[in-house]
């Protein structure tokens, strides 16, 4: 099915990100993972797409594949194009449509000055056009509600997110966001510039504090002190942290299904508790 399909019929959806464990050994696990995150019922799980590198891409598929194929649960599969050329990106989306997975997440990928870039693909939208001929996937796209690091300023930002709409990216996914005022802003400001896709909002759940300050400072996220608060308290205390991040994750989304946004995204971090807990938090709400 295509993701698209879900909002046409005006649904808010619960979704999940998971990624492709990078060993062998964990790669036999993750079907307890995905035992727990499917019994969830989310209306579709992504799986992200390591930068470069065929292992990468095979692992990707793989999971995706099994998410659709054993667990009956539609997948969405993140692909970035900065490193691959066109044959490759044929020989990729050819794979996907072999399986039927019909859900791609375009993304132009950060840039690594260890892998060359093969120059036939300079941002997300050029992936999206490139694929939008080939109808049998639904391309979603990537947004940035404090924006992108490498943004010039805001009106740039949003002008690059039209022309990925305008390309045929259906639904927006966003980056993670502590501070949900900057996100209603962003998808206030993306209305007024005529961006009529969902926008769907995504939440980590702080539980490595360490890991959560290294993420912030690279994607450029506001600190609200109520959140500062939580990790600087309970940084050294694994449980009391576990505790406090999901608490603040959930009244983060309850505040986003209350505000009638399009639906949450949820990075899982391929951790089934933390999944769990969050779905027992809203299970009347969604
Ligand atoms: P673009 O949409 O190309 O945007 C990047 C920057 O370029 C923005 O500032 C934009 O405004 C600007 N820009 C866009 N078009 C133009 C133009 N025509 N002219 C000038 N500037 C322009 N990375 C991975 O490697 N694997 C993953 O699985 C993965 N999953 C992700 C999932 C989500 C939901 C998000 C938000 C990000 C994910 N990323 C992933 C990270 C992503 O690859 C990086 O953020 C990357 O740097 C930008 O990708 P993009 O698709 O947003 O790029």
Redesign the pocket.
């Known amino acids: 099915m295509k993701i698209s399909e879900i909002y046409r019929k005006n649904k808010k959806s619960l979704s999940f990100e998971v990624y492709p464990p990078k060993t062998d050994r964990g790669f036999e696990n993750i079907n307890k993972t995905l035992a727990v995150l499917c019994e969830l019922n989310p209306d579709f799980i992504s799986v ?4 470069g590198g065929s292992s990468n891409c095979n692992r990707t598929i793989e999971l995706a594949k099994k998410i659709k194929q054993e667990y009956h649960v539609e997948p969405v599969v ?1 692909l ?1 194009c900065l490193h691959y050329d066109k044959a490759e990106i044929d020989e990729f989306a050819k794979l996907l449509a072999d399986e039927g997975i019909q859900n791609i ?7 690594n000055s260890d892998i060359a870039e093969k120059g036939d693909f ?4 050029d992936l999206i056009s490139y694929l939008k001929p080939k109808s049998v996937f639904c391309l979603l ?4 509600p404090e ?2 690091p ?2 010039e300023n805001r009106v ?2 949003i002008r ?2 039209k ?2 709409v305008t390309a045929g990216a259906e639904v927006l ?3 993670l966001f502590y501070d949900n005022e900057q996100f209603f802003r962003f998808v206030e400001d993306c209305r007024i510039a005529g961006i009529n896709v969902p926008i769907i909002p ?1 939440i980590m759940p702080v539980i490595d504090a360490s890991k959560i300050k290294r993420m912030i400072a690279k994607c450029g996220a506001a600190f609200p002190v109520r959140f500062q608060k939580i990790v600087d308290r309970y940084e050294n205390n694994e449980e009391a942290l576990l505790d406090a991040g999901m608490s603040y994750a959930l009244s983060q989304m309850i505040d986003l299904f209350a505000s009638d946004m399009d639906g949450v995204h949820l990075y899982t971090m391929n951790n089934p508790i933390i999944a769990r807990r969050i779905c027992e938090g809203i299970r009347h709400i969604i």
């Open positions: 992200t797409f390591g930068a993140h970035t997440l375009a993304l132009r990928g950060d840039r300079r941002h997300a939208s796209g990537a947004c940035y924006c992108h490498e943004s740039s930002e690059h997110l022309e990925k996914l966003s980056q995504a």
